[in-house]
């Protein structure tokens, strides 16, 4: 294997591998889920084009793409979710249509219905679209927080569990420092924060730092 990122006739790829997109292509990690318990999901990078790329150095030189974090070449560790299953995979590699986004928004906002109990109809179509945009936020120059301002103990904590289960790379977390914040926001994470303490809250906090630069698409 040539090691001159040149000798193919594609052009080079400098994208982040968890999810980029390039002029005409989508590039989007994925956590395949273990065909046993007794071994490990294998990640890969799936292509609009319906290529597989598995996530190693070899594989990314191979198919020309280099891969990039906040203006670094990086290798990961990353946090991938299991969101889509091998078979959906390959039906989607064989040409099999895919669904309408307004099916996508009627799924999702049937979904968060069944297990919500959101105050106007609206709001429904707010997360909806909210969680479908985190498929697409490198395409967005800001990307607005999601933030839930309830009493305590009025769903707050299963809203947030929603979302991290149908957002991209979705993860709740009880409390989270700035240190695992940034140690996370490599995988292109949806960071669901359940507890913030007013600490973290206020104007010179490290973590409103980050949020801000999250918004702006700097994480």
């Excluded at 390039?22 to 490990?40: K, R, S």
């Excluded at 099999?96 to 979904?111: G, K, L």
Aim: charged share 20%.
């Amino acid at each position: 294997m040539s090691n001159d990122l040149n000798h193919q006739d594609r052009s080079i790829h400098w994208i982040h591998p968890a999810l980029d997109f390039t002029e005409d292509t989508a590039f989007v990690g994925v956590q395949i889920p273990p065909a046993t318990d007794n071994i490990a999901g294998e990640a890969v990078v799936v292509t609009s084009g319906g290529r597989v790329i598995s996530w190693n150095a070899d594989s990314f030189l191979d198919n020309n793409i280099i891969p990039v974090s906040n203006g670094q070449v990086f290798n990961g560790p990353v946090f991938l979710e299991p969101r889509w299953n091998l078979e959906s995979i390959r039906d989607f590699q064989s040409g099999a249509a895919s669904p309408a986004t307004a099916e996508i928004f009627q799924n999702v906002r049937t979904y968060l219905q069944k297990y919500l109990g959101l105050r106007h109809p609206a709001e429904y179509d707010l997360v909806a679209l909210w969680i479908m945009g985190t498929y697409l936020k490198p395409l967005f120059q800001c990307y607005p927080i999601l933030f839930f301002n309830a009493p305590y103990e009025s769903g707050k904590s299963r809203c947030l569990e929603v979302v991290s289960q149908l957002s991209l790379n979705g993860k709740w977390f009880g409390e989270i420092t700035p240190a695992a914040f940034r140690r996370y926001a490599e995988s292109k994470m949806t960071f669901c924060l359940d507890e913030l303490k007013d600490a973290g809250l206020k104007n010179d906090s490290p973590l409103i730092s980050i949020f801000l630069n999250a918004y702006n698409g700097a994480e």
